[in-house]
């Protein structure tokens, strides 16, 4: 039975791909712990794809089309095995348990709504340790985010070609690693949930401020990394960083419409017009963090960054932010996950809590360590103290030294503009 029939092709298509972004993940998800193959799960599930091309125009779009993608591709499973000319034991005994368990893909029998642990196996499939961070990011994308190779390619400024190479040497370390489709056991969990939070991490950023390119803000990304972690927060609902990394992303989030203009022109934290803050994305933010707070095992790193993300949204204004509790939880933060990166940020808070002379001496502590050697963000940081205590020469100097480093084009215009400032002001 059909709800709707499209038009044409192109309707199908566009049916056809709103449904593999939304229902992907359990697709071929389940098709993996069916078949035992991430590689051939795509491969039939991709099958399925086509069919529904085919057929949809015709028959119109079954009442839950992703049951009928499942059911399809299982099918075409049984027949593919029925087909080899040495059917050993194993592959009949699988032949026969699918068919008698057809039933279980059933239309009327599929939730859409429910997120199973095989959405969890793929995530810990996607991000196991025998992958580098660059392939668990294109592999996650893929077969979790439900993204296509061009997605991939336009999101992160490569060649599909990349992307597609980099997504089959990933299925092929999997395979020849011999990855089980499966949650790791106790002893190896907290270590394969952290690579999998920090590639959900990883995305939201590079939605947050694009690494290169022309855009300042890749809002498909974050979204695209928030909706995993939404997910993943259902699945593992007792894991206190799961909910804090949801926090963090629902609260920075919350601040898109007011980071750019309609032109995609950035506007900094201090100018922005706080109106346009998404109101019901902080209380969820809040809530995703008193959530995590709740399971009480402390904040870690994801629960602490929200918390300072938690700051800036309930300030009215700029002025109004609390740099002392800021300054804190960075200090907090810094014992618990140090990191330069830590220590840079809390230099820029501790100059608005103290003053830009203190935060220059972390700052210049920082710099002459090398550690962040090549990362814009120092030398831009340092500029703006430089100029607040009136070292206008250097600071225009570190200005430019960022404007150069950064690969972004929206934010290599505000340093530049910024550069532009110092030596108007300093009649330099």
């Not at 991709?46 to 499942?70: D, K, M, S």
């Not at 590639?199 to 855009?215: K, Q, R, T």
Request: aromatic share 6%; net charge negative; proline share 4%.
């Amino acid at each position: 039975m059909s709800e709707t029939r499209p038009h044409g092709l192109d309707d199908a298509r566009r049916v056809v791909e709103a449904v593999w972004r939304m229902e992907s993940a359990k697709i071929v998800a389940a098709l993996t712990r069916t078949v035992g193959d991430l590689d051939l799960a795509e491969d039939l599930a991709g099958q399925a794809l086509l069919a529904a091309l085919e057929q949809w125009p015709g028959t119109g779009v079954p009442r839950n089309p992703a049951a009928w993608l499942t059911s399809v591709a299982t099918r075409r499973a049984i027949d593919g095995w029925r087909r080899r000319d040495r059917l050993d034991e194993r592959y009949a005994y699988l032949a026969r348990e699918l068919r008698d368990d057809a039933s279980k893909f059933d239309t009327d029998a599929w939730d859409p709504d429910r997120i199973d642990d095989d959405v969890l196996r793929l995530m810990f499939v996607a991000c196991h340790p025998v992958l580098n961070r660059n392939a668990q990011v294109v592999l996650t994308l893929r077969v979790v985010g439900g993204l296509s190779t061009d997605e991939i390619a336009k999101a992160f400024l490569t060649r599909t070609t990349a992307v597609q190479q980099r997504i089959v040497r990933a299925k092929k370390a999997l395979t020849a690693a011999r990855v089980p489709f499966e949650v790791p056991d106790r002893e190896a969990f907290p270590s394969r949930l952290s690579a999998v939070l920090g590639v959900i991490y990883l995305i939201f950023n590079e939605g947050y401020v694009a690494s290169s390119g022309g855009d300042w803000i890749r809002a498909d990304l974050a979204d695209e990394a928030l909706r995993l972690g939404r997910i993943l927060a259902e699945l593992l609902p007792e894991e206190h960083e799961v909910h804090g990394l949801v926090a963090l992303m629902e609260l920075t989030a919350s601040r898109f419409a007011a980071r750019a203009t309609p032109d995609g022109e950035p506007i900094l934290l201090a100018d922005q017009d706080r109106t346009r803050w998404n109101r019901a994305q902080i209380n969820r933010g809040i809530a995703a963090l008193a959530r995590a707070d709740a399971i009480g095992r402390g904040r870690g790193p994801y629960g602490l960054q929200a918390a300072i993300a938690e700051c800036h949204s309930r300030a009215l204004t700029f002025e109004d932010t609390d740099w002392d509790r800021i300054v804190l939880i960075y200090e907090i933060l810094a014992r618990v996950a140090p990191s330069p990166v830590v220590d840079l940020n809390h230099a820029a808070a501790l100059s608005m809590a103290e003053g830009p002379a203190v935060a220059l001496e972390h700052v210049d502590r920082l710099a002459a360590s090398g550690t962040l050697a090549g990362y814009h963000l120092l030398p831009s940081v340092r500029g703006e103290l430089l100029r607040r205590v009136g070292r206008g020469v250097e600071a225009r100097g570190e200005l430019l030294e960022a404007a150069r480093l950064t690969g972004n084009e929206r934010e290599r215009a505000v340093l530049l503009a910024k550069a532009e400032e110092v030596r108007e002001s300093f009649d330099l």
